[in-house]
């Protein structure tokens, strides 16, 4: 393994925001992905590069960030992703995305079309709008992640490309 830790733990540099601040791109390694430093699961790109994050194989899915948004606005969410040629384990699996306000915030959570209709072409997900309104008082960092742990079914050949935070006017 290249880490003592078996999982990768988000990298501030490789977050990024707009210089309005309406719009944060997270790299791969911006993200914590459970079992990420173990190169049989996953594959990291370099530091400060623009490439993807490999999965490789797991049964358990779960790439997570967090950022600091501002009061009183609304945010999407979502990533943008595609699948190898040689994907497997996605067809019928339940993927959800999730978010809350700060850690002990409620949990706002989306099921995904499931993502075996994606192609080698980077798309955004969800399909649908996923939205998180931040109130005027109270929490304003924003955890949000990529989630697929329950069915247990291998599945390997999705490539995150990044993670995006936007201001929706």
Same mark, same amino acid.
């Given at each position: 393994m290249s880490s003592k830790k078996p999982h990768h733990e988000a990298e501030q540099e490789a977050m990024e &925001?707009? +210089?309005e601040r309406t719009e944060a791109t997270i790299?791969?390694?911006g993200l914590n992905i459970v079992w990420g430093n173990d190169p049989r699961y996953w594959h990291l790109p370099e530091k400060r590069s623009n490439d993807p994050v490999e999965l490789?194989?797991?049964c358990w899915l779960e790439a997570?960030?967090?950022v600091e948004v501002k009061r009183g606005k609304k945010y999407q969410i979502g990533f943008k992703i595609s699948l190898? +040629?040689? +994907?497997?384990? &996605?067809?019928?699996?339940p993927v959800f995305?999730? +978010?809350k306000l700060g850690k002990k915030g409620k949990y706002t959570w989306r099921k995904m079309k499931p993502l075996d209709h994606l192609g080698k072409?980077?798309?955004e997900i969800p399909d649908e709008k996923f939205e998180i309104l931040v109130p005027e008082q109270g929490e304003n960092q924003l955890y949000f992640g990529l989630y697929e742990v329950w069915n247990g079914k291998w599945k390997g050949g999705l490539?995150?490309?990044h993670a995006f935070i936007r201001e929706v006017k």
């Open positions: &925001w707009n +210089a790299k791969p390694r490789v194989q797991v997570t960030g967090s190898k +040629a040689d +994907a497997f384990g &996605w067809s019928g699996c995305m999730m +978010a072409e980077a798309a490539l995150i490309h």
